[in-house]
């Protein structure tokens, strides 16, 4: 089965607006399947070093692949997707990373997620059990110490929050990217699906996403939802979303900005983090084939 775990002393989430490193290469969560590989011959151990310096070399030119390395049954896949508006230096820098954290945290798990605030990679064993696009992996729901502070007020937040969520359901299939960000009156709102979706699945995996987000959040401001496929996150921010300064000091960068917003989903502003990890039970049962899946 797999073993999916959040280190809160590993995931300070940034206070939002600060367009550093941190804010795309912070760890989110790991997946760790539990069992590990048999390999006295070091056969899959060459397999998986070779699988993740391919993904590593790709990631520096574009932001999703996917590839194999070995031959059956000795063969590992693997993918890594890389959130849309990083650049492909960005995108190289994080996912970069994730090799030597699989390895410190996984060890030699069959299959493994590294989940980063701007990244992710994902790998698996040739037999592993596959799972459904849109399977539950992990919620953030922010709330603040007040409930006038981790509240919107009623209706008129969820109406607001409810088109910003249409807007990114629509967002994500209009063009070829599979990423959106927006606003919708200070509702701001971003949509990811894996890159080797069809738009439509990327909408429909959205869409549960957002509704997650609504069953599982409530009227939380904010939040972020990870499928297995896709993710989605919202920050609520009615007085505006402050203004960030440029490093060099020659002006403010307003895309970074609302995108970093979204992305951290405004939880450190709010002073309270919710963590709930949740996997169905499907997910813990055995496979009837080789290897053990989620």
């Not at 499928?227 to 007085?239: E, H, T, V, W």
Request: net charge positive; proline share 3%; aromatic share 10%.
């Amino acid at each position: 089965m797999i073993s999916v775990t959040i280190l809160l002393g590993s995931f300070p989430f940034p206070f939002p607006f600060a367009a550093t490193a941190a804010d795309y290469t912070t760890l989110v969560f790991k997946g760790c399947a539990d069992q590990k590989f048999q390999d006295p011959s070091g056969i899959y151990s060459q397999n998986l070093k070779n699988l993740m310096s391919s993904l590593v070399s790709q990631s520096s030119q574009k932001s999703f692949s996917n590839t194999s390395s070995g031959q059956d049954p000795n063969a590992i896949t693997g993918l890594y997707q890389c959130r849309g508006d990083l650049t492909t230096s960005q995108c190289g820098s994080c996912v970069g990373k994730i090799p030597d954290i699989s390895d410190k945290l996984c060890g030699k798990a069959i299959a493994a997620r590294i989940q980063l605030s701007g990244c992710y990679l994902r790998y698996e064993i040739v037999g592993f059990k596959q799972v459904q696009d849109t399977q539950f992996l992990y919620k953030v729901c922010g709330s603040g110490s007040s409930q006038s502070q981790a509240k919107a007020s009623g209706a008129e937040f969820e109406g607001r929050r409810d088109k910003a969520f249409n807007m990114a359901e629509d967002g994500v299939k209009s063009g070829s990217s599979l990423f959106y960000t927006g606003d919708y009156q200070s509702v701001y709102v971003l949509g990811q699906c894996e890159g080797d979706m069809a738009t439509n699945e990327c909408g429909d995996c959205v869409k549960t996403a957002f509704q997650t987000a609504k069953d599982d959040c409530g009227d939380s401001i904010s939040g972020q939802i990870y499928l297995q496929k896709c993710y989605i996150s919202y920050s609520y921010y009615p007085n505006g979303v402050p203004t960030v300064s440029s490093s060099s000091g020659t002006g403010t960068k307003q895309h970074t900005q609302k995108t970093v917003a979204i992305a951290v989903g405004g939880v450190a502003a709010l002073g309270f983090i919710v963590v709930c990890l949740m996997f169905l039970k499907s997910v813990l049962k055995k496979p009837s084939g080789k290897h053990q899946g989620y």
